[in-house]
C-alpha cells in the first residue's frame, strides 16, 4: 500500500493539532524507543482520537472501530501473538492475497514489511485505537487458546467436573475463566452473560448499556465454565435446579474488583450473570460522573438540603450506583451519621454504616429502614424502592428531617412522580417529599 512519507509532526501542525513547539518537546522528552505520538500522547498535547482522525485524513486511511467489527477469527492464524503484540496490530480479515489488518501506528512500514514477509500477502492497513488492539489481540489469542487447550485436556472426560478438576494450578479452565473476566473488565463492561443454548454457550458483554456477543463455545464445556464460577464465588456446585448469588473478588493490573455472580436455571443449563463492580468507583466525585456543568450545580444543590429524597432513575448498567456513591461521598464528613442499606452492597466506604439486604432472615428494605431511622442518622441511602412499604418509610423519613437517596426503575425523571403514586403513596406525600430527580444513561 503507497503512503506519502510526509512526517508526523508536520502533519499534525497542519492540522492544527498540535504546535512546533509542543513537537520539538515531545521530540525532546521521547524515550528511546518511543514514538513522536505516543510521546505526544503521553504529554497530553492530543487524545488517540485526535490523532486517528488526523492519520485519517492526512493518508487517507479508514478508522476501523474493532468493537464492533465482525474479526475473521480464521486470519488471527497468519500472525502470531508475538508479532501482533510488538507492533499492536489485530488482522481483521482476508480477499484473495490480501489482507486487511487494524494498526495504532499505520506509519510503522517496518511493521507492515514484516507482516509482507510472515504472510507472502498484500497488506491494507486500518487505523484502531491501542487499547482496541490489545482487548482484540486478548480476545482472539488468549481466550482461544486457552479454550483448545481446554478441549484438548483430560478435563472434559470428567463426567461429574468435580471441585478438583477446576481448582487445580494448571488447569486450563482457570486461565480460560480469568482471561473471560480480564476481557470483559478491558473493554470497561459493566455486566457478563454466559447464556446456555440448545448447542452451544454465548458470552456476551454488556457496554454502555448494550449486550455485545463476544464468542460461541461448545456445549461441552459449558458445565466446566459454570463449575469454575461457582467455586470462585463460593456456591453450592451440587445444586443447578435452584438460582444461587455469590460474590468474587478480583485483581486485575493492580486494581481490585468485585464480581456480583447470580445463576438462573434454564431448560438448556444454568444461566449465569457477572455484574462488574470496580472498586475504584467507591471514591468517585461527582466532577467525574459526566454531569453538565448545569447539572453538577444543580446536584450539588440537592445534597446541600438537609432533608428530602433524591431518586435517581436509568436502565440496568447505566451507573446509577456509581452516582448514588459520588453523593455519599460528597456527603462524607464527620459531622453526618450516614446508614445506607443495601441489596448487596456494591461498594465498602469507610466512615458510612453500610447495612446488606438478607430476606433469608427477615430483613428487607422495609425492615432495615425501620431499623436504620431508630439509629440517629442524617443521611440515608435505599438501594432501590420496589415497594410501597418501602417508598412510604423513604418518604416519611425525608419528611422528618433525613436526607434519603434511592433509586427508583422508570424510564425517565418525571415518570418517577407517576411511578410512585402508581405504587400507592399519596401526591400529597410525594409532593412534599420529593426534592429532585435524576434519570440517566
Known sequence: MAMKRKRLGEMLIEESLVTEQQVEEALTVKRSTEKLGDALLRLGHLTEQQLLEALHHQLKIPIIQLYNYPVDVAVTK????????????????????????????????????D?????????????ATRDEIRRTILKYYDIDSSLRELLESDDMMESDQSRDVVTREDAPIIRLVNQILENAIAQRASDIHMDPQETSMTIRIRIDGELRTENNYPKQIQSILTTRIKVMSELDITESRLPQDGRIKYVFNGLPYDFRVSTLPTVYGEKVVIRILDSSNSNISISKIGFSSRNESQFREMLKRPNGIILITGPTGSGKSSTLYAALNELNDESRNIITVEDPVE?????????QVNAKIGLTFASGLRSILRQDPNVVMVGEIRDIETAEISIRASLTGHLVLSTLHTNSAVSSITRLIDMGVEPFLVAASVSGLIAQR
Open 78 to 113: 497468519l500472525i502470531s501473538k508475538d508479532l501482533a503484540q510488538r507492533h499492536t496490530l489485530v488482522p481483521v480479515y482476508r480477499e484473495g492475497n490480501r489482507l486487511f489488518i487494524a494498526m495504532a501506528d499505520p506509519m510503522d512500514l517496518i511493521a507492515i514489511d
Open 115 to 127: 507482516l509482507r514477509m510472515q504472510t507472502g500477502l498484500s497488506i491494507d492497513v486500518g487505523i
Open 347 to 355: 461498594y465498602q466506604v469507610d466512615g458510612i454504616n453500610q447495612v
